[in-house]
């Protein structure tokens, strides 16, 4: 079992960073693929990004390239969400997840495919 709890979310305006953290807890939290997905209101979840066990393989949607940077610190469990030139189309509950990699070795864009899920947290981006 992995718990997740994620963290730094709030209100930003356009333009502006925010940095989110995932902190992991549990077994073998390092050994897990991480991803970050997204969903505001009335909409799918989104994927995101993820990162692998490493840390050394990201991957990122298109509409966050160049502006979302993806790192995990595995000494302190931890995953972040570095966020700039954030827009208001940006604003969604941010969500991490976690996927051993026992089960799926590359990185993964479906919700499903992922085993553990934190509560999220808000990122609201004012125009």
């Known amino acids: 079992q992995v718990q997740l709890v994620e963290s730094g979310g709030g209100l930003v305006q356009a333009g502006g960073s925010l940095r989110v953290s995932c902190a992991a807890s549990?077994?073998?939290?390092?050994?897990?693929?991480m991803g970050w997905f997204r969903q505001a209101p009335g909409k799918e979840r989104e994927f995101v990004g993820a990162?692998?066990?490493?840390?050394?393989?990201?991957q990122y949607v298109d509409s966050v390239k160049g502006r979302f940077t993806i790192s995990r610190d595995n000494a302190k469990n931890t995953v972040y969400l570095q966020m700039n030139s954030l827009k208001p189309e940006d604003t969604a509950v941010y969500y991490c997840?976690?996927?051993?990699?026992?089960?799926?070795?590359?990185?993964?864009?479906?919700?499903?495919?992922?085993?553990?899920w934190g509560q999220g947290t808000q990122v609201t981006v004012s125009s």
């Open positions: 997840a976690a996927v051993n990699t026992g089960r799926y070795l590359s990185l993964r864009r479906v919700p499903s495919e992922y085993d553990y």
């Open positions: 549990g077994r073998s939290a390092g050994s897990y693929n």
């Open positions: 990162i692998n066990w490493s840390g050394g393989s990201t």
